[in-house]
């Protein structure tokens, strides 16, 4: 008798699905830094963004037969964690996120340049939470996750277009909240 799913230390073999391989987990492991980066930016406070890499990579993992190989793991994980965010969104009620900024103290370093560049962030980090959520999440997997316009698309489910129109207005109102001038200069993100 021959069975349909073969369960081995290095591969698993899905019921009429794509092998998934060590390879996979691997993947997934390297991009934790960008999930947890990208989980910071939706929820805005460190504790919930640990919270959300877990629920994402759990999830991941317990549905890693559905992934297909020939996608980009990152696509399918940042997926995935907007997802579990949303669902975080609708589940939790008014909650007041911790601020952590004193946390990550630096030894040895300018006190005045810190101090400056940790206000900064804080009026960034302020200036991005006022965007709506969907033009933050796209701003974020530009910007800083620095995926292409029809990469943003594919894992959002939302057309190229879309994208890029969100994508503007998040800068300007970014640019407008800072008081600067919005850049006009190439982006990271621009189909390459």
Known sequence: MTSSRYTGTKNRFCRDGPRVTTDSRSEMITLL????????????????????????VEKALRHLDSY????????????????????????????????????????G????????????????RRAMA???????TVLMLVCVEGMRYREVAAA????????????SRARLSLAHSLNATPDTGPHRGIAR
Do not use: K, Y
Not at 34 to 41: E, I, M, T, V
Not at 46 to 52: G, H, Y
């Open 130 to 136: 006022g965007l709506p959520e969907e033009q933050r």
């Open 33 to 56: 830094p960008r999930l947890r980066a990208f989980a910071r930016s939706l929820t805005g406070a460190a504790d919930l963004a640990d919270d959300l890499v877990q629920i994402t």
């Open 109 to 124: 370093e300018d006190g005045r340049r810190t101090t400056e560049n940790r206000l900064h962030l804080a009026e960034v």
């Open 156 to 167: 959002l489910g939302i057309p190229e277009g879309t994208v890029m129109s969100r994508l």
């Open 68 to 107: 297909a190989p020939d996608t980009r793991m990152d696509a399918w994980l940042f997926r995935i964690m907007r997802n579990a965010f949303i669902d975080m969104v609708r589940a939790r009620r008014d909650t007041q996120p911790l601020d952590d900024a004193g946390a990550d103290t630096v030894m």
